[in-house]
């Protein structure tokens, strides 16, 4: 019997979410032979979460009259805090409605435009009869309009599982429970991976002209993160772990402003899109005193260091679990709290015991977004291998920069995996395929003697979970949302420890078939990998951009760092290399971006 | 505040190793505020048994991966809170589907198979035009549409449903939703007659025996009740039309 099964494809992709799928609808169509590998099955990815919306300018509700992709192109940008490549960001802000309409053709039930009049903030607002019937959208965070697509509360849900329906009907082959352990290449071209079935233990060759990873974020090494438990970068630290392809931004992490305290399950955007407030320990609303325009929708880094910001100076509530701030969405009715944003409501019934249509809920800012990853070219090409593709949560794109705008993520998905994937279709019916069995056998290898050495202690006896928990605090106490040398400088050298560390794991489980606690201690290494180039990015840019935020160095400094960071870990490394390259500005110069710390100076006199 | 001890009876077996026997064993911890069974079953692997395998992905009660029998009752862990619960808790492994080990059971390959029995995706004629206008929907279909696409395919409807148990085609509430989540979009250009073929059977609307505890059981509150009947009058009708 072979040690290994082996299955080859033209294309194989990494990752089922929005992004995977679509790319690979997108080379299934033009006639390639696709293979998706998942973790879980593709309708579990974490791509189901997302519950606000997907940003397109359609410009049908009132309040989005007028839009159109010029204005989202400038919203992105300047939500990036200009660390985006605009020639990306105007690709994708031409694509967005397409993808938009598309996934309506396709069967997702987008909310549609009622003709009439309401009440929002205090407002009233007409939608014209002429607009009746067609996709309508909401106001969130960073944006001019109101662009804001959605399905209830359960954009992600409707989004992927019609996209996986399509999948379905292709009848496109799909490998969930695999988990990909490591890329086979020469140090030129990737030709495949080698993974590992979560159902019997056994490996796995995989070998394709090209490989694409779309594996979604990183969330999971902060602990508290409202990413699902998947999202540990998987599809990053392999890329990383060839030596020759970097990562981009790493230090670009986002925080949510309101994980719900202390599961810290994301309570959507769409809350305060939709006339929500954010109260202080006094139920006073904050936010108008330090963003006088856009209050609780400024964009997401902002609305973060705001609320750390007044918690700070006394008016957080205080909690088991530290302080914390109140969003209150009751004023918008029972009806509106249990159709539009009935995901929410269970949320907070379920988790914390309140129901929102009568009682506050408790938030705090939360890990949600890597807008960091495998750095690719505009075509989604990863650098530094031939035939490796990245999009979506898991690639640095970039059209988000320093910080993404809500709605811009399942936007970045559907489009990129329409772009992108029409990219690979076409490299892939040029490429050959290359690989030796030679190759490939020094591959398998590699992880069969990692393995071995797990379930011997060959190197020693240290817990994988202890190591993690230690990983997870590391991060969220010294590079969160407030940074500054002395913490990051304490992150870099713990991590470069525990990174040592690592390489000393033994089982307490002997490892034997799919067992859990030896996929953990497989991946452990590598995540230890992303969140030191997370530290060591962040300690490095000496300045303010998005969501890296520098106490020390509390500007933004475009004349040294409008450029992106990327992280190199070459092979027998002890830490990472960082390299940079300009961000490419092609219509929008840096500017003011007309909200957040250097337009509202005045706040915090106000008090 | 006093916090009880509570003992979890955790059913365990490995179909790798199948000479080893099937068995309950038991785990005790300190129950914690606000502790779910998301929080008890992770602190059970990491303390006390490595070895111990289950299904969580959002831990938020999104995805479907957690649903197993909490003393008896189909429901989902993660958003399940032990304070909910007596101190002897009895955690079991979804029935109808294959079980992987422990608490795990294969809900994908099953909820793939009843798609693609069933043909859960827009069937048209029409081809997409990405430089026109999108084709109007009035909102309250499209919400009509969403309240059956909510569906998260975690099982329980399943799992605790009589017939399923004892005929391994039989679809279930879950593909019977699927199916009239279809019926309800205009996009979807399948008349009567065809989608009597797909669920005008035995192993489809027919073959429920209307016990409805899928619908006691759906956590997340689809009127699965109403769905049945909605699909059970459409293909009586086009039945007799045959």
């Known amino acids: ?607 | 505040m006093g916090h009880r001890q509570l003992t979890f009876h955790i059913f365990r077996y490995n179909p790798e190793i199948p000479k080893e026997k099937p068995a309950t064993v038991s785990y005790v911890l300190q129950e914690e505020t606000g502790m779910t069974l998301f929080i008890a079953l992770n602190k059970i692997r990491e303390e006390q048994d490595p070895t111990l395998k289950y299904d969580f992905v959002c831990r938020a009660g999104i995805c479907g991966s957690c649903g197993m029998l909490i003393n008896g009752k189909p429901t989902l862990a993660c958003r399940t809170l032990t304070k909910d619960l007596p101190a002897d808790i009895t955690l079991m492994p979804l029935p109808v589907f294959k079980l992987l080990g422990d608490l795990s059971v294969d809900t994908g390959t099953w909820f793939r198979d009843v798609s693609l029995r069933t043909e859960a995706w827009v069937h048209t004629e029409k081809s997409f035009d990405p430089h026109s206008q999108e084709e109007r929907m009035d909102n309250e279909t499209a919400l009509n549409i969403y309240e059956a696409e909510r569906c998260i395919e975690c099982g329980c409807c399943i799992g605790g449903c009589a017939t399923a148990n004892i005929k391994p085609n039989f679809i279930g509430a879950a593909g019977v939703n699927r199916v009239a989540r279809f019926m309800a979009d205009p996009r979807d250009e399948r008349n009567e007659q065809e989608y009597f073929d797909v669920v005008g059977s035995e192993d489809g609307i027919f073959g429920c025996i209307g016990l409805m505890a899928c619908d006691d059981n759906c956590p997340i509150g689809i009127p699965l009740q109403g769905q049945l009947a909605y699909v059970r009058r459409k293909m009586a009708v086009a039945g007799w039309k045959r």
């Open chain 1, 1 to 607: 019997m072979s040690r290994y099964d082996h299955f080859t494809s033209d294309v194989l992709i990494v990752g089922a979410g929005l992004a995977g799928e679509r790319a690979a609808i997108e080379a299934a169509t033009q006639g390639l032979n696709v293979m998706i590998l998942s973790l879980v099955p593709p309708r579990r990815s974490h791509s189901s979460a997302a519950q606000g919306g997907m940003q397109a300018s359609l410009g049908n509700s009132t309040m989005g009259k007028g839009d159109n992709t010029d204005v989202h192109f400038a919203d992105t940008v300047k939500g990036s805090d200009w660390g985006c490549d605009q020639d990306v960001a105007r690709l994708f802000a031409e694509t967005a409605p397409i993808a938009v309409r598309q996934m309506s053709a396709w069967g997702v039930p987008w909310n549609r435009v009622v003709a009439g009049t309401r009440m929002y903030d205090g407002k009233e607002i007409h939608e014209a009869p002429e607009k009746e019937g067609l996709i309508a959208a909401r106001n969130f965070g960073g944006t001019a309009k109101w662009r804001t697509c959605y399905t209830a509360d359960g954009t992600g849900h409707t989004l992927l599982y019609t996209m996986d329906s399509v999948v379905i009907k292709l009848g496109i082959s799909v490998h969930d429970r695999t988990e990909v352990l490591s890329l086979i290449h020469d140090g030129t071209r990737c030709n495949g991976v080698v993974a590992r079935c979560l159902r019997t233990g056994k490996l796995r060759v995989y070998t394709a002209k090209s490989t694409v990873m779309a594996t979604g974020g990183y969330g999971r090494l902060y602990g508290a993160s409202t990413n699902a438990i998947i999202n540990e970068g998987n599809g990053m630290f392999v890329a990383l772990e060839t030596g020759v392809v970097p990562l981009g931004n790493m230090e670009a992490v986002q925080f949510h402003p309101t994980g719900i305290v202390p599961s810290w399950i994301l309570i959507t955007e769409g809350a305060r899109g939709d006339g929500g407030y954010l109260l202080d320990k006094d139920l006073r609303r904050f936010m108008p005193d330090y963003e006088p325009n856009k209050k609780e929708l400024a964009s997401r880094d902002v609305v973060s260091r705001r609320i750390m910001q007044h918690i700070r100076k006394g008016y957080g509530v205080e909690s088991a679990y530290g302080p914390h701030v109140w969003l209150d969405i009751r004023h918008l009715g029972e009806k509106h709290i249990n159709t539009n944003l009935r995901e929410i409501a269970n949320i907070s019934r379920n988790f914390t015991g309140i129901d929102p249509v009568h009682d506050l809920i408790p938030v705090r800012p939360t890990q949600h977004y890597s807008m960091g990853g495998i750095r690719t070219n505009i075509d989604g090409m990863a650098y530094g291998l031939e035939g490796l593709f990245a999009l979506g949560e898991a690639a640095c794109w970039d059209m988000h920069g320093f910080n993404r705008l809500g709605g811009n993520s399942l936007a970045e998905t559907v489009v990129a995996g329409m772009v992108v994937g029409d990219k690979i279709a076409k490299y892939t019916k040029e490429a050959s395929t290359h690989v030796s069995s030679a190759q490939i056998e020094e591959h398998v290898r590699f992880q069969e003697d990692r393995i071995q050495a797990l379930i011997h202690c060959r190197n020693g006896k240290e817990n994988v979970y202890e190591l993690r928990h230690q990983m997870e605090s590391i991060l969220s106490e010294n590079v969160g949302i407030f940074r500054s040398k002395e913490p990051l400088q304490n992150a870099v050298d713990q991590l470069h420890e525990l990174h040592q560390r690592s390489f000393h794991i033994g089982l307490r489980s002997g490892g034997q078939g799919a067992d859990p606690e030896l996929a953990s201690a497989l991946r452990i290494t590598g995540m230890m990998k992303l969140a030191y180039c997370i530290a060591g990015g962040a300690l490095a840019r000496t300045e303010s951009r998005g969501s890296h935020y520098r106490e020390d160095y509390p500007k933004r400094d475009d004349e040294h760092w409008l450029k992106r960071t990327l992280a190199y870990w070459p092979t027998g490394a002890d830490r990472p290399v960082l390299k940079y390259e300009p961000v490419k500005i092609t219509e929008l110069p840096p500017g003011d971006r007309g909200y957040g710390e250097a337009s509202a100076g005045a706040a915090s006199a106000k008090r």
